[in-house]
Nanobody, 119 residues
Framework: QVQLVESGGGLVQAGGSLRLSCAASERAFSSYAMGWFRQAPGKEREFVAAISWSTTVYADAVKGRFTISRDNAKNTMYLHMNSLKPEDTAVYYC??????????????WGQGTQVTVSS
């Protein structure tokens, strides 16, 4: 399985921005569907955004504020987060899989990076 390492989390005030990165070990990175998920304290992990070679998908809660992108030459995926809200506070995980629909159940996961948004 592909190894994934997230970075870029931190503490930010509400209304601020952060950029998360997910670096992949696999040279076939461009063939993977990639995604971001998050888990807040006491809640289940939830979908945030995903990107394949032709499609981007966003959760309603982040649509218009977050942008997912990827640089296949660098084997890296990004999540640009703007207009952050306290409810965005969570551990953010990146995932990789053969397609967007199945990556959560059968893909590879990173170790997570903490994002904390203060009010």
């Amino acid at each position: 399985q592909v190894q994934l390492v997230e970075s870029g989390g931190g503490l930010v005030q509400a209304g601020g921005s952060l950029r998360l990165s997910c670096a992949a070990s696999e040279r076939a990175f461009s063939s993977y569907a990639m995604g971001w998920f998050r888990q807040a304290p006491g809640k289940e992990r939830e979908f945030v955004a995903a990107i394949s070679w032709s499609t981007t998908v966003y959760a309603d809660a982040v649509k218009g504020r977050f942008t997912i992108s990827r640089d296949n030459a660098k084997n890296t995926m990004y999540l640009h987060m703007n207009s952050l809200k306290p409810e965005d506070t969570a551990v953010y995980y990146c995932a990789a899989g053969s397609n967007i629909a199945t990556m959560a159940s059968s893909g590879s996961w990173g170790q997570g990076t903490q994002v904390t948004v203060s009010s």
